[in-house]
């Protein structure tokens, strides 16, 4: 499947951007779908997983009770509203899916994940 992230931007730091992932096929039914980032110079990070039948979401320790992760099925979409964006925010992210199913894991990893889209470059400004 692909996916195609969007959604990114420049934004200063407290405001607040919205992210999309839309996947490419009219029957995508993955297991879960996860958002990551990477740092210019860090590894990606994960940042939040939901299933995408619903019921289970997780998220990252650095994003907490700032951004949240949102699905529309009848669409094929996931979002990410992320507010209250810091500096530190800043990353390319990516979305990805994964069929595989399996216990719940925390954190997801990257190596559970088949599919990923291109990235979305935010930027926080201080």
């Known amino acids: 499947v692909q996916l195609q992230a969007s959604g990114g931007g420049l934004v200063q730091a407290g405001g607040s951007l919205r992210l999309s992932c839309a996947a490419s096929e009219r029957t995508f039914s993955p297991y879960v779908m996860s958002w990551f980032r990477q740092a210019p110079g860090k590894e990606r990070e994960f940042v939040t997983a939901m299933r995408w039948t619903g019921g289970r979401t997780d998220y990252g320790d650095s994003v907490k009770g700032r951004f949240t992760v949102s699905r529309d099925i009848a669409k094929n979409i996931m979002a990410l509203q992320m507010n209250s964006l810091k500096p530190e925010d800043t990353a390319v992210y990516y979305c990805?899916?994964?069929?595989?199913?399996?216990?719940?894991?925390?954190?997801?990893?990257?190596?559970?994940?088949?599919?990923w889209g291109q990235g979305t470059l935010v930027t926080v400004s201080s």
């Open positions: 990805a899916a994964t069929d595989r199913v399996g216990p719940w894991r925390s954190p997801w990893r990257r190596a559970d994940f088949d599919s």
